[in-house]
């Protein structure tokens, strides 16, 4: 069986149009959409208060003219109300910029905020839609790292250097394998380690290349953490969406989780 279909985001558009929708997909043998990728303010309006009625009324009518559904997290675009309540979940560039809303993907991965907020979103479209008839597959997030690939605010920076202190065990250890005689670059404790932002010049590659490692890893982490809450209340297959050769994530470390850790 090859499924046949794309994104489709209703809520984009008055209801009326939805019947029109599908009496096109119909026509063009669509069999498959992906929906609620981009829902999160549509789900969760404001913090803690959930409107699943709409996502209700799309499923059954999808069902109901045979179109099967990959069911989105909706955690790739968080809404205005976390920025706002939760300004440290806001990422920060290499220049030291701090984004801002008004457009998508406006998370820090390693924020423990995004990952508690994104895990009861998914934990509640799991315990409302595990069992509903039209669930072909899970899709989670969207399309990792694709604008915020690497954060430098100082969430990350402390999950940087804990990730560098299971790595390298000392900072005498950090300091051999980033060559850090050169330059005066030499650290004596983890606390002095930071990202590698703005700086002068030419940066040490070896910590550029540890920061891609780890950022890689942060995303990798928030993937599994979905899949963590979707498996604990659904045997439906898991998808996310992967982006060619994408150089900022680790798609064949990323396989070898998915391998090991999800089956
Ligand atoms: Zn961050």
Request: charged letters at 25%; one cysteine or more; a negative charge.
């Amino acid at each position: 069986m090859i499924w046949y279909g794309g994104d489709y985001n209703p809520e984009q558009w008055p209801r009326d149009v939805w019947d029109e929708d599908v009496r096109l997909m119909q026509r063009g043998g669509i069999t498959l959409a992906t929906v609620g990728v981009f829902s999160w303010a549509r789900l969760e309006p404001r913090e803690g208060e959930y409107d699943f009625g709409w996502l209700d009324e799309l499923l059954d009518l999808l069902h109901a003219n045979g179109v099967r559904v990959d069911l989105a997290t909706a955690t790739a675009s968080p809404p205005p109300w976390l920025a706002l309540r939760h300004p440290e979940t806001l990422p920060v560039t290499v220049d030291g910029v701090r984004l801002g809303v008004g457009s998508r993907q406006q998370y820090c991965p390693s924020s423990p905020v995004y990952r508690a907020k994104a895990g009861e979103l998914v934990r509640r479209l799991v315990e409302r839609y595990a069992g509903h008839p039209a669930l072909e597959l899970w899709h989670v997030n969207n399309e990792y790292g694709c604008h915020v690939s690497h954060c430098y605010c100082e969430v990350s920076a402390a999950a940087f250097r804990e990730w560098l202190r299971v790595k390298y065990g000392t900072v005498e250890e950090l300091n051999r394998a980033w060559g850090t005689a050169f330059w005066s670059q030499r650290y004596d404790a983890f606390e002095e380690v930071e990202p590698p932002r703005a700086a002068p010049t030419f940066k040490n590659p070896t910590q550029l290349l540890d920061f891609d490692r780890f950022s890689s890893d942060e995303l990798l982490a928030c993937y599994l953490a979905e899949v963590g809450v979707i498996r604990a209340g659904s045997g439906v297959p898991i998808t996310t969406n992967f982006m060619g050769f994408f150089k900022a994530v680790d798609y064949w470390a990323w396989g070898a989780a998915r391998r090991h850790r999800v089956g």
